[in-house]
């Protein structure tokens, strides 16, 4: 429930209080990819690969199996690779 929550507030243009949201829904213990996908395209966005790379790897960690053949989950191990590449230029500048 929380996760459509966040979502509606995303769309509304509310994207700190959805953020803040998911976060706390990941706290909780959600294993939703769709949580982990939305949270760390934000943080991507926001231009905080590093965060986004974290968000990723926790969500990973906690999928299962099964879960991990999921649209979402496709998303959020390319999404991981592309913020992990992003994180290591802006460390290397």
């Known amino acids: 429930m929380a996760d459509h929550l966040a979502g509606y507030l995303e769309r509304a243009g509310r994207l700190e ?3 803040g ?3 706390e829904t990941i706290s909780a213990g959600s294993n939703l990819p769709r949580t982990f996908d939305r949270l ?3 943080l ?3 231009g905080n690969p590093s ?3 974290e968000v ?3 969500g990973l960690a906690r999928f299962s199996r099964e879960v991990r053949r999921y649209k979402y989950v496709q998303q959020i191990e390319k ?3 592309r913020c992990r590449a992003k994180a290591h ?3 290397g500048r």
């Open 79 to 81: 999404r991981a690779e």
């Open 21 to 23: 949201l998911w976060r």
């Open 40 to 42: 760390s395209l934000a």
């Open 51 to 53: 965060a986004a790379v």
């Open 89 to 91: 230029l802006a460390g």
């Open 17 to 19: 209080q959805a953020t």
């Open 44 to 46: 991507d966005r926001a």
């Open 56 to 58: 990723c790897e926790l």
